[in-house]
Each structure stands twice: as C-alpha cells, then as structure tokens.
C-alpha cells in the first residue's frame, strides 16, 4: 500500500501548487535592408543577396558617395547561429519536446525574411541551401496529444510593421501578404494565432485582426497588469519605468497576488493569475457600436526576457504564479523572445536549455504545451472580458512598453518644460509624415483602378497594375527595425526609399483621372500629449525622473490628402 500512499501525496501537492502550463514563442526577423528597386526585376524591391551584390559592385551608390545598405549583411546572415536557427534549429528543439505529449513551440517567420532567406538559399550562399523550409514543414506536421501542430508557425504582418501605428488597410494587406507567402511556403492552413510585432498591441487591431480569420493574439502581460486597480506603483527597473497608467485605462478589478523582478534593467510587477490567463478582449466601433472580440495570449515578459537571455529553473512559477493557479481558468507562461538574436537564438538554448526547462517544468508538476493546444484544452469564459492597455513588450531599451510605443514614434515636447513642443520633430514623425503621405497616394491608386491582388503584391511582375507595383514598393517602409535604431546608419532613409519607389507608380494612375478623388485623407493614429494630463510623468523622455504635468495638453496627428484637407475636426468620446 506504501506506493499507492506516496502517489496520491504527490497528486495532492501538485494540486496544492496548481498545474501551471508553459510554452514557448521564437520570433524570427530580418528586413528589407535596402528598399529600392531592384535592377535584375525592376517590378520589385531589392532582396538580401541582390543588395550585397550591388554594395560591393559599384550599385546603390547615391549623392552621399556611400554604397547603400550600410549593414554588413555577410555578417548578418553568415552568423552561424541565424543559419540555424532560420533553416532547422526550431524543428530539432521541437523535436526534443516529445517526451511531453501536448510539447511544442510557436515560430514566427516574417514575410521579408522568407525573401531574404529565398535569396541566398538560390544563389547557394552564406550557407543556405533550397529546400530550408522543408525543415518547418515538417515540425509543423508535428501533432500534439490533441492534434494540434507542435510547431505552430504564426500569423504575422509581413515586413514587421508595427500594427497599432498603421492605418486598417496597411495592416490588413500586410497580414494577407504574409499567409500567401506562408502558405506558399509552408503549406495550407493558416495559423489561428498572431504575434504582433514587439508584441505591440493595440485593441484598436481587433478588427482587422477577426476580419482576416484570426482567433487570439499575444500581448505583452504587462499591459494586463497596469490596468489592475491596485496596481502596486512602484517607479524603477522593477516597477514602474515609464509614464504610470493612465486612469482611463483602469478597470475595477484586482490583481491581489503581485510579485515584481527585474533583469538588466527590464522588470515590472505582475499579478497572477491574473496576468497570465487568456482573457477576451474587444474593440467596439465608435459610430455603429458593433463589438469585434478576440482572445489575448499574455507572454510573460519578464520570464520571457529571462529565458532569452539565460538558463532558467521554475522556480518565480512555483513562488509566485502556481500558488494562485485557478484550476477552472489555468495560468499559460509562454515565453515568447527572438529565436535568432543573443543566447537565445543560439545552440545552447536550442538544444538545451528549451527541452531542460520544460523537462524541469513537468518534473515540477507543470505542464509543457503550446498555445493553441491550451486554448483548446481551456476555452476562455464568454464573459471573461478585459482591457488591455496600449504598448509593446518592455524588451526595447528606451521604450519599456510605453502606450505610444514611443522608441517607434518619440513624442514632440520641449525637453525645458516637458510640454508639447510642434516644431520639437525627431527622425521617427518625420518618418510617419512621409509615410502618412505615400500612403494615400497608393491608396487613391488602387481606389482608381481595379483591386488589387495579393499574389502581385508578394510577386509583382510586369503584368501586375501600377498600385500593385506602387503598394509593393511602399509597404517595406513601414518595418519597425527602421525606427527601433533612431539615426544609426542608413536606418532612417529607408522609408523615404519606400516612399521615392512607390510614387511614380501611384502617380501614373492619379495623373490619369485628373479631377477624380474620391479617397479620403490618410490620418496617422491620433496621438496626445503628455500621456497623463495633470498627472506625473516619468520615463526615458522625462530624464527617469517624476514631473507633475500640467492639466492642458496636445492632440496631435498628421493627416495628408492628395488634393489638400481643407479642414480637420477631433472627436472624442467619455
């Protein structure tokens, strides 16, 4: 009787503990890195291959004397960690999760790179080789105890845009672009889940989101966590290092079980199981009132950091997440970070670390998945419905999460007063105005002629019609790795790049219908500042230090319009 005795001992501590959940996320990344057309096919953009070819040839030379991309991109890419992890280091880590039956990972692969990688793996060079993706087919063939892929590669914008910052129709071809290509090449049956670029979340994407068949997103659990009504505010790495919550973002609910870390000055402060429990979110229009949901996926950022940078045990989930773990509503820790940057995209953490944390997380009584198998396991309740506040994840120095994301988009202010300042332009507005303005020429193209189709936007050709050409060149400036390193090198002239390319295309068609307008402004996302009216501020833009802001502040925008906008109106609502 003694073993009989012992086991149910051992059921009744890992109840105690609660059964936490774990799966992982590996973001896969690399842009456009020079954005002009390209001379082999002049209907498209330049690809990796094509511009290293032309830097070291004498191409892509321009007033500045400088042979452009100025990235080494024979470092880049030759690095022989990326080779693997872009071509079968995922599959052999998926592959070590078997012993787990629900084991698996989600893999996102942005449309650019698949270009890029296409390029050297046909030319045979930096070590790619044709017929890389094979290795993903397979892992994604993979099925868990439940029949789910143990590699679920996930929906996307296909050059990396940063989706709360861009209009409706950016992110929707974007997100059509991506499954073509993804199914292109990886075969049919598009992901049921997005990872939204540097986990920036916005409830404002929630339709786009479900018009495109998606059925949850990730976001970023900090940003469940600053919405909590006692929110413990604490200012420092550990706490609280940006703008606290705005009050409109509060809801009355509580976290009650808080805990807080922090590591190389990236930390927060957590309720569980509150911050790390799939929730619904919704975004309701303001004109018709019709409500879109979509189920939220917290990453856990801070443990996700964490694992992306260094071995880790279960010990934070066994002090302070499966204490709190609710049986009917279970805690998921998915640790979601780039697969192809720093240890983490490395071999130690493929082949290592990844099978030994969920090896100790099972030991421990946890249980290793992914995230579509745990959403199927453990639907989320109807009426489970949250905020989620605005911003990204706090990985980005300088950023932190801020609800503007600001290390893609500074704010205008006086850095005397911390006021707002119109004439205060940084690199990053200058960016959105030259955006905000191609796009509506590229627009107003499509409005004038036929739809356009997403397989010429992917590959256009000389039979595809100028506003699939114009949107094709235009679209690659929105990566967000342009902006994330401000005026590093040649990071800054790749949007107007874009922006140059696309408009000869446009124009052609708009020159053609003169006295023909039926498009309506391009509007960049409103944007307000400071963030807390009559509140305090705080954060990189305030020097780290506290500052009470005034009760006035700016509601600013660009708005830009092929034939002028005469007028503009601000509409807001209680």
């Known amino acids: 009787m003694r073993p009989f005795v012992f086991l149910l001992t051992l059921l009744s501590l890992t109840s105690a503990l609660g059964q936490v959940h774990t799966t992982y996320l590996w973001h896969m990344q690399q842009p456009i890195y020079w954005p002009e057309q390209s001379p082999s096919n002049p209907h498209r953009y330049q690809t990796a291959w094509e511009s290293h070819q032309l830097k070291f040839s004498g191409g892509n030379v321009y007033s500045d004397g400088l042979a452009h991309p100025l990235n080494d991109l024979a470092s880049i890419f030759g690095n022989d960690d990326r080779k693997a992890a872009y071509q079968y280091r995922p599959k052999d880590a998926v592959q070590s999760l078997f012993n787990h039956?629900?084991?698996?990972?989600?893999?996102?692969?942005?449309?650019?790179?698949?270009?890029?990688?296409?390029?050297?793996?046909?030319?045979?060079?930096?070590?790619?080789?044709?017929?890389?993706?094979?290795?993903?087919?397979?892992?994604?063939?993979?099925?868990?105890?439940?029949?789910?892929?143990?590699?679920?590669?996930?929906?996307?914008?296909?050059?990396?845009?940063?989706?709360?910052?861009?209009?409706?129709?950016?992110?929707?071809?974007?997100?059509?672009?991506?499954?073509?290509?993804?199914?292109?090449?990886?075969?049919?049956?598009?992901?049921?889940?997005?990872?939204?670029?540097?986990?920036?979340?916005?409830?404002?994407?929630?339709?786009?989101?479900?018009?495109?068949?998606?059925?949850?997103?990730?976001?970023?659990?900090?940003?469940?966590?600053?919405?909590?009504?006692?929110?413990?505010?604490?200012?420092?790495?550990?706490?609280?290092?940006?703008?606290?919550?705005?009050?409109?973002?509060?809801?009355?609910?509580?976290?009650?079980?808080?805990?807080?870390?922090?590591?190389?000055?990236?930390?927060?402060?957590f309720a569980a199981p509150y911050c790390y429990q799939a929730h619904r979110a919704q975004h309701i229009d303001p004109e018709t009132g019709e409500a879109d949901q979509l189920v939220v996926v917290p990453m856990a950022d801070l443990l996700s950091y964490q694992n992306g940078f260094s071995t880790m045990g279960t010990g934070d989930i066994d002090a302070h997440i499966a204490p709190h773990d609710d049986p009917a509503h279970p805690s998921l820790v998915l640790m979601a970070h780039d697969g192809d940057n720093a240890w983490g995209g490395g071999y130690d953490y493929y082949a290592n670390s990844v099978p030994g944390f969920a090896n100790a997380a099972a030991s421990a009584g946890h249980v290793p998945t992914t995230v579509q198998q745990f959403l199927d396991d453990h639907p989320v309740p109807a009426n489970d419905l949250v905020h989620v506040e605005d911003g990204a994840w706090f990985n980005a120095a300088?950023?932190?999460?801020?609800?503007?994301?600001?290390?893609?988009?500074?704010?205008?202010?006086?850095?005397?007063?911390?006021?707002?300042?119109?004439?205060?332009?940084?690199?990053?507005?200058?960016?959105?105005?030259?955006?905000?303005?191609?796009?509506?020429?590229?627009?107003?193209?499509?409005?004038?002629?036929?739809?356009?189709?997403?397989?010429?936007?992917v590959h256009p050709s000389a039979s595809s019609t100028l506003a699939e050409k114009a949107w094709h060149f235009l679209l690659p400036g929105y990566t967000s790795g342009y902006m994330y390193y401000g005026t590093a090198i040649d990071m800054e002239v790749k949007q107007t790049l874009a922006v140059n390319n696309a408009l000869p295309y446009a124009d052609q068609v708009i020159n053609a219908s003169p006295g023909v307008d039926n498009t309506a402004p391009s509007v960049l996302v409103p944007q307000r500042y400071p963030w807390n009216p009559g509140g305090v501020g705080f954060g990189p833009h305030y020097g780290y230090q506290q500052h009470v802001n005034p009760s006035d502040f700016a509601v600013w925008t660009f708005a830009y319009d092929v034939n002028g906008v005469s007028s503009a109106q601000v509409k807001y609502r209680v």
């Open 101 to 269: 039956p629900e084991g698996g990972a989600c893999v996102n692969y942005s449309g650019c790179l698949i270009e890029n990688v296409n390029s050297l793996a046909n030319a045979g060079q930096w070590g790619y080789y044709n017929g890389w993706e094979n290795e993903f087919t397979t892992a994604r063939n993979w099925t868990t105890s439940g029949g789910n892929r143990r590699m679920d590669i996930t929906a996307f914008g296909f050059h990396h845009v940063m989706a709360p910052l861009v209009s409706k129709e950016v992110l929707r071809k974007e997100l059509q672009m991506h499954r073509h290509i993804y199914e292109e090449t990886f075969g049919p049956g598009y992901s049921k889940g997005f990872w939204p670029a540097e986990c920036g979340f916005s409830e404002r994407i929630i339709p786009v989101l479900v018009e495109e068949g998606l059925e949850w997103s990730v976001v970023a659990n900090s940003h469940l966590a600053r919405t909590l009504s006692d929110y413990p505010l604490v200012f420092g790495t550990n706490g609280c290092n940006i703008d606290p919550p705005n009050p409109a973002d509060i809801v009355p609910t509580t976290g009650d079980h808080w805990w807080s870390g922090q590591l190389d000055g990236r930390g927060g402060q």
């Open 398 to 457: 300088n950023d932190w999460g801020h609800p503007q994301f600001i290390n893609w988009f500074w704010p205008l202010y006086d850095n005397n007063d911390y006021t707002f300042n119109p004439n205060g332009w940084t690199e990053d507005a200058r960016n959105w105005a030259v955006l905000t303005a191609g796009e509506n020429h590229v627009q107003m193209a499509e409005d004038l002629s036929s739809p356009v189709d997403v397989a010429d936007l």
